[in-house]
């Protein structure tokens, strides 16, 4: 897997995406206002206005070759505007009801409080887990109410959720990239890419100093086995990171974190110089590593290796 693959290239809408989005909004009885920063602004029949985020999906449709753009912005259309799409199935009212299709997402912490369950993720400050069930077609977050009044404690829920997504995880799931074989990359576009990160120390038999692992999108997870001997590759973990995030569909973050079995997650912060790059790690890091770092302090008081 080359690097250049990781960064799908950031532009504004193409002229064909253009075209193929006011097509499906004719189609669907709507007419073209204006475009707007992320998407687009269509008048109803009635006049009233409305709007379409469509930063995803220009970003699905920037990895698929030209001949199924329009197929693809039609498909999206129908979806956002629920057109020929199936009701959505009924979410378990129990445990034992769904234990079997509970899985696990991440994403970055929710802007505002909502009716999903939802959990930090431990030793970060800028992500959350959820629970969702697994349907064939479509993928559903369960409701606060389902978990926190259900007669299974919530940590039943979590550790069966984290069971079923490592169960689910493809034997060759993590492929060598080609620029830097031992940063490895998890894209198995079964959209449990990232939520894989919860499970990797599991699913990889990581000893005590486990990973670095940064999750740039949804469908894309990048790692780097934790070890003296790697240290002048851990910077790309982070290069890779950047390069995809923000690019790639359904973004969460470009931060790297340390990964250690025991659901122990700590962030590893970078920065890179015109010539050169600045690791800070946690003390706990360069005591694991037995490393020498310098005497530079950063604002936030890490110190740099």
């Not at 960064?7 to 097509?23: E, G, Q, S, W």
């Not at 169960?167 to 060598?176: F, H, I, Y």
């Not at 894989?196 to 120390?201: E, F, G, K, N």
Request: hydrophobic share 40%; charged share 25%.
């Amino acid at each position: 897997m080359a690097t250049d693959d990781l960064a799908p290239p950031a532009k504004p809408y193409t002229l064909p995406f253009r075209a193929a989005a006011v097509r499906e909004l004719e189609g669907l009885g709507l007419a073209l206002s204006q475009w707007r920063d992320g998407g687009v602004e269509f008048a109803e029949g009635d006049g009233s206005l409305g709007f379409l985020d469509l930063a995803n999906c220009f970003r699905e449709a920037s990895l698929h070759p030209d001949a199924e753009l329009g197929e693809f912005v039609k498909a999206y259309f129908r979806m956002a505007f629920q057109v020929d799409q199936p009701t959505q199935p009924e979410l378990p009212k129990t445990f034992d009801d769904g234990a079997d299709r509970i899985r696990l997402r991440i994403a970055p912490n929710p802007t505002e409080e909502g009716t999903q369950w939802v959990q930090p993720v431990p030793g970060t400050e800028s992500l959350s887990f959820h629970i969702v069930f697994d349907f064939p077609t479509l993928v559903a977050y369960l409701p606060k109410a389902l978990i926190e009044q259900s007669n299974t404690p919530k940590e039943d829920w979590i550790r069966r959720a984290k069971l079923n997504l490592l169960e689910t995880t493809p034997a060759d799931w993590l492929k060598p990239t080609d620029d830097v074989p031992a940063i490895l990359a998890g894209q198995s576009g079964d959209s449990y890419d990232a939520a894989r990160a919860l499970v990797l120390t599991d699913y990889t038999n990581s000893d005590e100093l486990g990973w670095l692992v940064a999750i740039p999108a949804r469908d894309l997870l990048l790692c780097r086995k934790v070890e003296q001997a790697g240290i002048s590759e851990f910077h790309f973990v982070k290069l890779f990171a950047q390069q995809a995030y923000g690019k790639y569909p359904h973004p969460i973050s470009d931060e790297v974190f340390w990964v250690r079995p025991g659901f122990h997650w700590m962030p590893i912060p970078m920065t890179f110089g015109e010539e050169s790059v600045q690791i800070f790690p946690p003390p706990e890091f360069v005591e694991a590593l037995n490393l020498t770092v310098s005497a530079e302090t950063p604002p936030d008081g890490d110190t740099s290796a």
